[in-house]
């Protein structure tokens, strides 16, 4: 046997070694379909905002302050800010919305794509009844194959008292004011500690513990450049 004819069967495995490697790298787009799943017991969600984006851009950061962005979906359920923020943002890649309120025990599902260089994920949702409490996944990476699953905590925006006063909670348990004035907020966001039962909201009712979303995401279709 030659030395070439030994080589040979070593440089075939390398070729379908780079062409599989050549065929991740190279899929131009994705298509996922994403499932929200709310697992609280009392508690509902305002539409969904969600987005595909480079890991430089995120939807909040634990232990910053809220944008007015952000705080506009925590304290009022209003996606449209945070929408326009993103739509002019170069990073993002594709952005989807859910409507209605998304009630315990049920699901929404939407699809989403993403494209080299935008393989992240965020999502975010008022709670309600609450002050400026939302649920949020933040620049989680999507999957490259098959499917994910995270489970969602609710965080405070931090830029509104928790009062748990009905005349500043809207929806349609409370009727309230949708965005307050920020006196004696906290200024920053943070894992949300649920209700207290300091207003007028029970917190046998409406109180949880844990994540309070179930967000599933799977593959459903690629393009290859």
């Known amino acids: 046997m030659s030395i070439l004819s030994r080589k040979l069967p070593h440089i075939a495995a390398t070729g379908a070694l780079l062409m ?3 065929s991740l790298t190279y899929a131009a787009e994705k298509t996922y379909k994403v499932t929200i ?13 969600a987005a595909t984006h480079n890991k430089a ?9 809220a944008s007015e962005e952000l705080a506009a979906l925590a304290e009022g359920g209003d996606v449209v800010p945070l929408m326009d923020t993103l739509l002019v943002n170069h990073r993002v890649n594709d952005i989807e919305t859910t409507e209605g309120l998304l009630q315990p025990g049920n699901s929404v599902s939407f699809t989403i794509t993403t494209a080299p260089g935008a393989r992240f994920f965020s ?14 996944l933040d ?6 194959r098959g499917k994910a699953t995270f489970y969602a905590h609710a965080y405070d925006a931090g830029s509104e008292m928790n009062d748990e006063l009905c005349i500043s909670i809207p929806g349609p348990t409370c009727g309230g004011e949708g965005v307050s004035a920020g006196e004696d907020d906290e200024g920053y966001v943070y894992p949300s500690p649920g209700i207290h039962g300091e207003g007028d909201l029970s917190t046998a009712t409406y109180n949880w513990q844990g994540p309070v979303a179930k ?11």
Do not use: C, W
Not at 37 to 49: D, G, L, R
Not at 123 to 136: E, Q, S
Not at 139 to 144: A, C, I, N, Q, S
């Open 20 to 22: 599989a490697a050549s």
């Open 37 to 49: 799943t709310n697992i609280t017991k009392s508690i509902a969600f305002t539409p969904f905002i």
């Open 57 to 65: 851009t995120d939807f909040y950061s634990v232990g910053e302050p």
């Open 123 to 136: 999502t975010a949702a008022m709670l309600l009844p609450t002050n400026d409490t939302f649920v949020g």
């Open 139 to 144: 620049t989680v990476r999507l999957p490259l």
């Open 215 to 225: 967000v599933t995401i799977k593959t459903v279709h690629q393009r290859y450049k």
